[in-house]
T-cell receptor, first 112, second 113 residues
Framework: EDQVTQSPEALRLQEGESSSLNCSYT??????LFWYRQDPGKGPEFLFT???AGEEKEKERLKATLTKKESFLHITAPKPEDSATYLC?????????????FGGGTRVLVKP | DAGVIQSPRHEVTEMGQEVTLRCKPI?????LFWYRQTMMRGLELLIY????????DSGMPEDRFSAKMPNASFSTLKIQPSEPRDSAVYFC???????????FGSGTRLTVV
């Protein structure tokens, strides 16, 4: 069965304390892996798409990496405004169209 | 670009009542998705459309739920009759197609009492 698991469920960081979020997946064939950010009361906002192992994408203090079994979202020197829930999602090859399956998310709180 | 527009933002209704959620996707996007988000189950795909045609409705919980997309600029998700366990945030999202990220609306927070 295709599964997407994110860890940890929650992460409390001090401002400037770098850390990584994990998204592990067990799928029959990966077409792409997506990262989203969700702020309270809002819909998820697209961050990155990764397609193949070894690929990396960066945006400000965020860097996403991909291996054959998992993806990491590295947050470097986070600021309070990086506080949000981060979601990963997979697009599976056998899935019709471009259906995404989401993980449970990691809630990140960055304290000043 | 106004993004994906959902209405209403909040809906409180009594058990047994009909509820209709509305969505206007981004112009030019040919895929539309309805998701439900709860603390317990996270984001769950209910149904999605490609070029206004329903492709996968396997996530629709039961016959009380129905969705339509009469044209490329409008979709509805209807719950009839509503039950307290339907309380959740319902998101609509649209996409240009495969390999493109989704753009989500701001969601409709539904409370069934």
């Amino acid at each position: 069965e295709d599964q997407v698991t994110q860890s940890p469920e929650a992460l409390r960081l001090q401002e400037g304390e770098s850390s990584s979020l994990n998204c592990s997946y067990t799928v029959s064939g990966l077409r792409g892996l997506f990262w989203y950010r969700q702020d309270p009361g809002k819909g998820p906002e697209f961050l990155f798409t990764l397609y193949s192992a070894g690929e990396e994408k960066e945006k400000e203090r965020l860097k996403a990496t991909l291996t054959k079994k998992e993806s990491f979202l590295h947050i470097t020197a986070p600021k309070p405004e990086d506080s949000a829930t981060y979601l990963c999602a997979v697009h599976i090859i056998k899935a019709a169209g471009n259906k995404l399956t989401f993980g449970g998310g990691t809630r990140v709180l960055v304290k000043p | 670009d106004a993004g994906v527009i959902q209405s209403p933002r909040h809906e409180v209704t009594e058990m047994g009542q009909e509820v209709t959620l509305r969505c206007k996707p981004i112009s030019g996007h040919n895929s539309l998705f309805w998701y439900r988000q709860t603390m317990m189950r996270g984001l769950e795909l209910l149904i999605y459309f490609n070029n206004n045609v329903p492709i996968d409705d396997s996530g629709m919980p039961e016959d009380r739920f129905s969705a339509k997309m009469p044209n490329a600029s409008f979709s509805t998700l209807k719950i009839q009759p509503s039950e307290p366990r339907d309380s959740a945030v319902y998101f609509c999202a649209s996409s240009k197609g495969q390999n493109y990220g989704y753009t989500f609306g701001s969601g409709t927070r539904l409370t069934v009492v």
